[in-house]
């Protein structure tokens, strides 16, 4: 298990963000939370990336518990995240961007009079991971002047430089257009795979990109977790159907997942609990 | 290829101004130079890392006490100890200074800066036995490099040695500010001026990395501090007043925070703009609220956003 929330509760005054929710997250699964506005979905995405402390539960990311470490740190443990609306360095070019974050992972921005152009392996890194995100005829190019996909790119590149073991998307094809949405989930997944990543965790709305890239779903409700399982099992719930995913592709759209468990794994994860009954 | 070039013509023509032009003009250059030395700490923090303080007068107030101190008091004439002195002293306080600041952006930082400016200049007002009160106190003539210059009357000194000295010490501060400002930490800083969210999740400690540029501002301007008042000879409150905290704002503005030479380019157009305008106009505030305006409307870029051609516009929040 890579990570790990217990029975987290989060309250804004008397507001109920979040009310009981666990669920876990294991090695080499790509997992979505789904739910309607004001689900709880964003509020979860920040309790597991440490931005916020759950007003009660835990949250353990490789068995250690991370509630409200702060962002900098997890990051050093080996989460990123990316943001349901679009963050970039707008003065700064892409492989600056890129920079950045190769900068921060290998711990070298207290350098006080290196010279960052003369360090290789930060240039190396930054262009490794601008082609794998095909921005690398873009490297020189103003974040702020990108076309919106790209921009939604690199948001997601940059967190992908840092090459965590996990990694937390708000929305990452949010603001993109239809054209552009599986295009960018291509190249993620592809790049999951590049720099070995662990474990991918999505919040989407866009069901097509849920149920064709998912190994599991998690359906949030009112701050509750509706269902934890498998987009076929999702799928063939009434219930998680009329309130979460509405009206919705036929199976036969459905994509086989770009990023598979390792082999033997699939075959022998639990089975989901019936929906609707999964807290952990 | 251009900026060498220019670099050169620059230092050139700085070499052979105690030369060629008049001793009036020479004296002018001091002040410039140390007003440099502390813009391009300043710009560290407002231009690179998103941060405008509103009291660094309090930096080139320790300074230029220090000195003071230091020459008057402790009988330590050697320049190439009074600077680091000033360095180290203008550290001490701006650490915890610092660390409080940085917690707050925007506004919030820009008054708390200004409240301890104050604070400052309240001190050295009212503690009349240890600071001379308004009155100030005196800054020795400073020895540079171990030689007192007796041989030189004061303007002398000043127009000879002591400008070499200062371009020296402004060329210095450039040259670790530019590696600087290109290194994995100003990198660093300028994802933070941009945006510190984003900053965060990258993994850059945003209140450190703020801290860190607060401490090294600072220094700046506590070693151009140091530097402003030798040729003077005497050091006072006004220094750490908050009207001096907001020139040094305007000179950045006028040369345009976006650009490395910008502050650089300000300082210069302020010490000379005063000067001529304060000759023929006895209301020079008046002049300068009008360029200020003009700028701010105008000219975001500053000067240098008027003269060279821009990488990239500069956009100015008009909410």
Partial sequence: ?280 | MRTPVVLSLVGIAFLGIPVLAPAYYVTLMLPFMAYGVVLLGLNLLFGYTGLVSFGHALFIGIGAYTGAVLTTYLGVRHIELILPAAALAAAVVAAPVGALCVRYVKIYFGMLTLAFGMVFYTFLLKFYRLTGGDEGMRMLRPYLLGSEWTGFSKTAYLIGPYYYFSLAVLVLATLLMWRIVRSPFGLCLKTIRDNPLKAESLGVSVPRYRWYAFMISAVYAAVGGALLATPTGNVDPTLAYWTHSGNIVFMVLLGGFSSFFGPLLGAFAFIFLQDTVMSVFPYWRLIFGAVLAFIVIFAPGGLMGLFARRRRPVEVSRA
Avoid: C, W
């Avoid at chain 1, 979040?18 to 876990?24: A, I, K, R």
């Avoid at chain 1, 991370?66 to 360095?89: C, N, P």
């Fill in chain 1, 1 to 280: 298990m890579i990570l790990e929330a217990l029975d987290i509760r989060k309250l804004y005054g008397a507001y109920v963000a979040l009310d009981g929710v666990s669920l876990s997250i294991r090695e080499g699964e790509f997992v979505s939370i789904i739910g309607p506005n004001g689900a709880g979905k964003t509020t979860l995405i920040n309790v597991l990336t440490g931005v916020l402390q759950p007003s009660a539960g835990s949250v353990r990311f490789k068995g250690k518990d991370i509630g409200g470490i702060g962002t900098v740190a997890l990051t050093r443990l080996g989460m990123a995240r990316s943001f349901q609306l679009v963050q970039i360095f707008p003065e700064l070019t892409v492989l600056e961007t890129l920079q950045a974050a190769v900068v921060s992972r290998l711990g070298r921005g207290a350098k006080l009079f290196a010279s960052l152009a003369a360090d290789g392996q930060v240039q190396a890194d930054a262009l490794e991971v601008a082609a794998l995100f095909g921005l690398s005829d873009k490297a020189h190019a103003l974040a702020r002047e990108l076309p919106q996909g790209d921009k939604k790119l690199l948001d997601v590149a940059s967190a992908f430089a840092l090459r965590p073991e996990i990694i937390l998307l708000d929305e990452p094809t949010s603001g993109v257009s239809t054209a552009d949405k599986h295009a960018i989930m291509e190249i993620l997944v592809g790049a999951a795979k590049r720099i070995g990543l662990r474990a991918i965790i999505q919040v989407e709305h866009d069901m097509d990109i849920v149920f064709g890239y998912s190994d599991r779903i998690i359906a949030l409700h009112q701050g509750k977790v509706l269902a934890d399982a498998t987009p076929a099992e999702i799928e063939a719930d009434a219930r998680v159907v009329d309130i979460v995913v509405g009206r919705r592709h036929s199976t036969g759209s459905e994509r086989p997942s770009p990023y598979p468990l390792p082999e033997g794994e699939r075959d022998n994860q639990d089975p989901s609990p019936p929906m609707g009954e999964r807290v952990g």
